[in-house]
């Protein structure tokens, strides 16, 4: 436990301000209590959230390798088939969609031709 050895040493809240923060006093510092407030029931809540999340970050880890690891186009049960799609590949698939819909998108503005109604001219007076 690495925080429990940071919460027992003073820390000093030193410079203008008081925005910089040292192990060491300085001219204007102050002593700041950094020891953990919290109960011993909340730390052991905290400690068990922590290891909840490790345990699912493992696990999607773990399917993620499985995934990645099966020959392109192969599929497990109950899944549809994949194709293989690096992060990268998707980001360039993304950007290369977006590329072509703004491009689709300038040229159909182009060809859009407005037609204002305007009010019809009375003929001409003949000139005498």
């Known amino acids: 436990m690495l925080w429990a050895d940071a919460s027992a040493q003073t820390v000093y809240r030193c410079g203008p301000e008081g925005r910089t923060y040292s192990q060491t006093p300085c001219s204007t510092g102050k002593a700041i209590d950094v020891s953990d407030m919290r109960s011993d029931a909340q730390r052991r ?13 493992r696990a999607m880890e773990d399917e993620r390798l499985d995934r990645e690891a099966r020959p392109e186009g192969a599929a497990t049960l109950g899944s549809a ?11 360039k698939a993304k950007g290369a969609k977006q590329k072509k819909s703004r491009k689709q998108a300038n040229e159909a503005d182009a060809r859009t031709v407005v037609v204002v109604p305007t009010k019809p001219r009375k003929p001409a007076k003949p000139k005498n």
């Open 45 to 57: 809540e905290a400690a068990q959230v922590m290891r909840r999340q490790d345990t699912l970050g």
């Open 81 to 91: 088939p994949q194709a293989n799609t690096s992060s990268s590949a998707k980001h």
